[in-house]
């Protein structure tokens, strides 16, 4: 009998090479399916079916010796050496001689043995086996029918929350398809046994899962990929599919199936499928009822003491407060001490008050028209008028530590300042908390951690989503870990989510790291909460970005002025119909026992009273200090009134021991047995024959700066693209061992005992989003130097929202300094449009100085009060020894402000751009201004025209000059420090040349480049008493020729109109 049934299971299935050995592995790849034929057919008769399940099927070569190992039979195989594990005789015979010989190690094909031949004698028993395998039930079809409810489990597990119950309004689909998933049976019809018979009508019609109704109280064994069952092994189908209707079909959608890890989809199936694993005690439900009130009568008060402001307020999404809460709780409870948060302005009131725990008062008071900002924070002249003071706490950011209730552990909560560009902070947000990670050791993200919130338009609309998630798992970028919330307000301003996305969800751009998705009904608090408490867990144990979808609405339109009925009417009238989350819950405890009305009441007069209080002391608030809604203090840098110690820089030289022993290590390896390339070993000698010839180029200033630094205990980052190399092969910061792979050596790590570290990477192919990054690196503290280079300067302009949002104005808006340095190559080198400018004129252009303003030159300390007043230094450096000196000062200064470097690109090897260690050594200083020091310096009377420029054209200028014999005629001066403008220096140049005429020259084209900067400034620097004539490239929309032969045109021809003396003569 045994036999013959061993003879039916083979010929129900087909041929799978393998070892039982890899048994298990193999089981979990391969994917019990039936053929994509049958869903072919069944698509053919459910047009509205959108998402028909394709099917996929691995194949190979038979072997004959073991026919029952196929993709089909591989669960059942799987169960029968599980049996096998636990009992060997609880299986046949011949299964126990075939999984001992495959646990022995027996090659595919030889492990199954087919039962000896039957003797004669043993007729009789054959004929009594037969008649019992006739009795016994159809093995094809047992069998068949396991396969078809395992995938209808795992039809369940990955199209599940297709068919939740997620939208609160009842009116979409948060899809946006309202097609049920055709292999999943039931949906939303909840088991209605005639729903349930039409269903499996249709889908047994084509042949999918081959099951009927009466199929329904059948037991079947539950494969391993499951937890529905609890402790039991084996259900009925009827309750098998009642309870993944339970855990995939309900108010929370689970999107996981498609990451690649088996050991985390486990992990979550376990923690929505496991039946009554949803529970919460009456405390915690009370908790959550209390964060609700607060949450929803916060609003309201706003909403009673001004109607008529626009406060972007959360109502239809108050469940946001008690989510972000029990995120908190829950990371708290796994040792997070930090917590960096990042979100746009809906609701961010609420998040400051409810969550971050600001005062207040002082958030009732930024609605007073009478306000006045007369906090100047560091340096900032932060005019914020009456009513931009109602609009700045949307915007502010915020820093506070405090003791979280629920843990009773001290937790530090940071919201990071964002603008209105939505989206613009995450990157902000992230490097940041990278930062602090670094500076408290923290290198697995267990102490710190980030939360982004995003809106669902701009989740899926902004592609500054996609750079940052890019930046998740790489390893000099990763914070272990993120938790996403998504404020689904299923609409983007008055934009229908149906022609503001192509994906079904806002959130499917995660999906590229394998980040699970967890969609939740917003009007469902206990869902909400569990969602959250498992997103924390998540993150926690596997240190990977996670998202939370808070599918919601908005009661209001943008803003409480605005009137959302003209383009969503429908929409609104159910949500007018709507009853708030917090009536709805309360009703539902009152109802169960947990509170009871009066208590309920209670809650609600007491968060009233603490408003009402705070309000009444908000009135005795006249002004509005920004200093105290800095998201990043920076402790004992400035004094206690946020101002510098001091007024003045010291020297930026270093002493010849020390710029001796870092060009030394910059032109070795300090690692024994390291091979590196042959052609590196020639660039490593020339460095150390500069050395010896007391000189650096560009590259060793670099080196010498960095080092110098280190040695000081100032950490430095240098990120960007190719920036290990350098994008001109001319950096050179991190050796490649070429015979070992993956082996490097940074030099610049090995100079010091206790030296800072020195970070250098490579970063993706992004620019809005690592610089943005760098930009909250540097935000953590002022003692480092945080540096990004562009691969080519006009690659800045792709991350021209954080230039012009952050960088530009941050201390303006938000009284933050921020000491970042962009490193722009820049330079007219006849390479072509592309590539040639970092687009000095922009950043120029948003420089705050007044050029029609000649300021106190007099004032002490004047060049370092320019540096104070300033909101960024624009420099272009023309000699190795002064791109050093920049460095140095950036940190040296008391205070910070970002530093724009248009660094050189043929000047990186160009044999005049030397500088002598005499130009470093103590008691030097960055000269913003270098003057002629030729033979026109030493008659200044005879010079007939003085040239003024900035960068390489320098060396174009002297080498013409010379050829043209003009030494004495033509003073040349370079203008270092473009921003802040050095009237001082400049006018005692005009002043030394008083028979001279003035002229700019450039390399850019005249409507760019720094003529439009320079001149208004030149002329208030001499009181306009003379003209300043332009000699460079015309008005052009390129930045440069794409022709060689055209460059070299016009090149020469800004050369001849800089050294004509008598071309501006009919012009006077």
């Not at 009732?364 to 932060?382: N, P, R, V």
């Not at 030494?967 to 008083?994: H, N």
């Not at 001149?1015 to 015309?1034: E, H, M, N, Q």
């Amino acid at each position: 009998m045994l036999y013959s049934l061993k003879k039916t299971v083979d010929a129900v299935v087909k041929n799978f090479r393998t070892k039982m050995f890899h048994l298990r592995t193999c089981a979990a790849k391969l994917r019990p399916l039936t053929a994509s034929q049958t869903v072919k057919t069944f698509s053919q008769n459910r047009p509205a079916a959108a998402r028909t399940f394709q099917q996929i099927r691995c194949y190979s070569a038979p072997v004959a010796a073991e026919p029952f190992l196929s993709g089909t039979s591989s669960n059942y195989v799987e169960e029968m050496y599980c049996a096998w594990l636990e009992n060997p005789k609880s299986v046949h015979k011949s299964w126990d001689i075939f999984f001992r010989n495959t646990n022995a190690g027996a090659p595919p094909g030889t492990a199954y043995q087919s039962p000896l031949p039957l003797s004669r004698g043993s007729l009789a028993a054959v004929a009594h086996a037969q008649s019992l395998v006739e009795a016994q039930p159809n093995v094809d079809k047992l069998v068949e029918d396991h396969l078809a409810v395992q995938s209808l489990i795992r039809a369940y597990q990955i199209r599940g929350h297709h068919v939740a119950q997620l939208d609160p309004l009842g009116i979409l689909d948060a899809d946006l398809d309202s097609s049920v998933p055709a292999d999943i049976i039931s949906s939303t019809d909840k088991l209605d046994l005639a729903v349930f018979k039409e269903r499996l009508r249709m889908l047994t019609v084509g042949g999918f899962y081959g099951l009927d109704e009466s199929d329904l109280d059948k037991v079947f064994h539950l494969p391993t990929t499951t937890f529905i069952g609890g402790q039991e092994s084996a259900l009925p189908l009827r309750e098998i599919i009642r309870r993944l209707e339970m855990a995939y079909c309900q108010h929370i959608g689970v999107e996981f199936m498609f990451i690649n890890d088996l050991e985390q989809c486990q992990w979550i199936r376990q923690k929505f499928e496991t039946p009554g694993i949803m529970q919460f005690t009456n405390e915690e439900k009370r908790t959550l009822l209390a964060r609700l009130v607060r949450s929803t009568r916060f609003e309201e008060f706003l909403q009673r003491k001004w109607s008529s402001e626009k406060r972007f307020g959360l109502e239809g999404c108050e469940v946001l407060i008690p989510a972000l809460k029990t995120i908190i709780d829950k990371s708290s409870e796994n040792g997070v001490d930090y917590v960096i948060m990042g979100m746009p302005h809906r609701g961010r009131l609420n998040v400051l008050a409810n969550v971050i725990r600001k005062e207040l008062e002082q958030i009732f008071c930024q609605f007073d028209s009478k306000l006045e900002a007369a906090d100047e924070g560091a340096g900032c002249k932060f005019n914020c008028l009456p009513h931009q003071a109602r609009r700045c706490s949307a915007h502010l950011g915020m820093y506070h530590r405090r003791i979280n209730r629920v843990t009773d552990r001290n937790i530090t909560l940071s919201l990071v300042a964002n603008p209105s560009h939505l989206e613009a902070a995450d990157p902000v947000v992230m490097g940041k908390t990278k930062a602090e990670q670094f500076y408290c050791g923290d290198t697995e993200g267990k102490k710190v951690m980030s939360i982004l919130l995003h809106g669902d338009a701009a989740f899926a609309g902004q592609g500054i989503v996609y750079e940052t998630f890019h930046l998740s798992d790489l390893p000099s970028y990763t914070t272990h870990g993120t938790v996403h919330v998504v404020v689904n307000n299923q609409i983007g301003f008055t934009t229908d989510p149906r022609m503001a996305r192509s994906s079904p969800y806002p959130t499917d751009v995660a999906r590229v790291v394998n980040a699970p998705i967890f969609h939740v009904n917003s009007d469902d608090p206990e869902a909400v909460m569990y969602v959250c408490k498992v997103a924390a867990e998540w993150r926690s144990t596997f240190h990977k970005d996670v998202v939370v979808d808070l599918v919601c609405y908005r009661r209001n339109g943008h803003n409480e002025m605005d009137e959302p009925m003209f383009t969503q009417p429908l929409m609104y009238k159910q949500i007018r119909k709507q009853k708030p989350v917090l009536q709805k819950y309360a009703e539902l405890l009152v109802s169960q026992g947990v509170v009871n009305q009066p208590e309920y009441e209670e809650e609600i007069s007491k968060y009233d009273k603490i408003c009402e209080e705070a309000f009444a002391r908000s009135k005795d608030e006249k002004i509005l200090h920004i200093k105290h809604w800095l998201d990043s203090p920076w402790p004992g840098f400035f004094t206690l009134d946020g101002q510098p110690r001091s007024m003045s820089c010291p020297s930026t030289g270093l002493t010849e021991d020390i710029l001796t022993h870092i060009g030394n290590v910059a032109s070795s390896v300090p690692v024994e047995n390291f091979t590196i390339h042959g052609g590196l070993s020639r660039i490593l000698k020339t460095r150390g024959e500069m050395v010896k010839n007391r000189t650096v180029d560009w590259a060793l200033a670099e080196y010498m700066a960095f080092g110098s630094l280190l040695k000081e205990g100032i950490h430095i980052r240098l990120s960007g693209q190719d920036v290990e190399r350098g994008t001109f092969s001319h950096r050179h910061h991190v050796l490649h061992d070429q015979n070992v792979d993956k082996r490097t050596c940074i030099p610049m790590n090995h100079l010091w005992p206790n030296q800072a570290p020195y970070t250098v990477c490579n970063s993706s192919l992004s620019e809005y989003g690592v610089l943005g990054f760098e930009l909250g690196f540097a935000m953590a503290s002022p003692n480092a130097l945080v540096l990004w280079e562009a691969q080519f300067g006009d690659f800045h302009n792709t991350a021209q929202c954080i230039i012009d949002q952050f960088i530009c104005p941050g201390q303006a808006k938000w009284v933050r300094q921020n000491g970042i340095v962009l490193l722009l190559p820049h330079g007219m080198e006849g390479m072509g449009p592309e590539h040639s400018s970092a687009r000095p004129e922009r950043f120029l252009q948003m420089c705050n100085d007044d050029p029609d303003v000649l300021p106190d030159l007099k004032e002490a300390n004047f060049d370092i009060n320019q540096l104070y007043d300033c909101n960024w230094v624009v420099v272009n450096c023309s000699t190795p020894g002064n791109f050093f000196h920049v460095l140095r000062r950036q940190i040296l200064l008391p205070f910070r402000k970002p530093l724009i470097i248009f660094t050189p690109k043929s000047l990186l090897r160009h044999p005049e751009a030397r500088s002598s260690f005499d130009e470093m050594l103590p008691g030097t200083h960055f000269q913003r201004v270098i003057p002629e020091d030729g033979p026109a310096a030493q008659n200044p009377e005879n010079v007939k025209r003085l040239l003024f420029c900035t960068g390489k054209v320098y060396y174009d200028l002297t080498r013409e000059r010379k050829a043209r014999d003009m030494v004495g005629q033509v003073a040349i001066t370079r203008i270092e420090q473009l921003s802040p403008f050095p009237f001082d220096l400049l006018l005692k140049e005009v002043q030394k040349y008083p028979n001279a005429e003035l002229a700019w020259c450039q390399e850019e084209h005249k409507n760019q480049g720094y003529y439009d900067y320079v001149k208004p400034r030149l002329r208030t620097t001499i009181s306009r008493a003379k003209p300043v004539w332009y000699a460079g490239r015309d008005p052009a929309a390129a930045p440069a020729t794409g022709n060689k032969k055209t460059h070299l045109t016009e090149l020469q021809r800004l050369l001849d109109t800089a050294f004509d003396l008598d071309v501006f003569k009919n012009f006077s």
